[in-house]
T-cell receptor, first 114, second 114 residues
């Protein structure tokens, strides 16, 4: 019953450092997403992957890259972290369709950039 | 562009009260609507998913309704308890071909006073 698993749960970086957030789901979903959540801004989509081998930009993609490693895993990379990227990051997955589409979230990764 | 609004941003009620949380959306051409709960420092948990062909969906003390034509959904919580204190978010999908991504409201933070 793991669902969507994110690592790490907490991370502190210095400006300019790089890091990768990992996400894995065990529900055999085709679609996976990365969101960030900031006070007053709500949830904003960074990147998504409709299926293995495809990725697309969301609302706030600048400063991020993603890799859909396989059907289970979708990683988010910050190449040169900036204080504006301090946020809580959530990975999610779903089996999209007009009659389904329920979204499942991980517990979040709390990133602080100093 | 789909916009999702949840008003008020915060709500405080005494234990035992029945309450309604509102969600409105600008583009009524949706296929479903999803309600989530988020506890402080945690991820989002799916509560209810209403398909566009449905008017209501129930789970325990929760009842969600959907009126596409007016661009509204409500989440009804019966006999509220302190354990219901959390932030409640609604989200609707935007479809671009075979892809879908959710647009979220900013949430309503509910506090149930003992």
């Amino acid at each position: 019953n793991a669902g969507v698993t994110q690592t790490p749960k907490f991370q502190v970086l210095k400006t300019g450092q790089s890091m990768t957030l990992q996400c894995a789901q065990d529900m055999n979903h085709n679609s996976m997403y990365w969101y960030r959540q900031d006070p007053g801004m709500g949830l904003r989509l960074i990147y998504y992957s409709a299926s293995e081998g495809t990725t697309d930009k969301g609302e706030v993609p600048n400063g991020y890259n993603v890799s859909r490693l396989n059907k289970r895993e979708f990683s988010l990379r910050l190449e040169s972290a900036a204080p504006s990227q301090t946020s809580v990051y959530f990975c999610a997955s779903s089996e999209p369709g007009k009659n389904t589409g329920e979204l499942f979230f991980g517990e979040g990764s709390r990133l602080t950039v100093l | 562009k789909q916009e999702v609004t949840q008003i008020p941003a915060a709500l405080s009620v005494p234990e035992g009260e029945n309450l309604v949380l509102n969600c409105s959306f600008t583009d009524s051409a949706i296929y479903n609507l999803q309600w989530f709960r988020q506890d402080p420092g945690k991820g989002l948990t799916s509560l209810l998913l209403i398909q566009s062909s449905q008017r209501e969906q129930t789970s325990g003390r929760l009842n969600a309704s959907l009126d596409k034509s007016s661009g509204r959904s409500t989440l009804y919580i019966a006999a509220s308890q302190p354990g219901d204190s959390a932030t409640y978010l609604c989200a609707v999908p935007t479809y671009t071909g075979a892809n879908s991504k959710l647009t979220f409201g900013k949430g309503i933070t509910l506090s149930v006073r003992p």
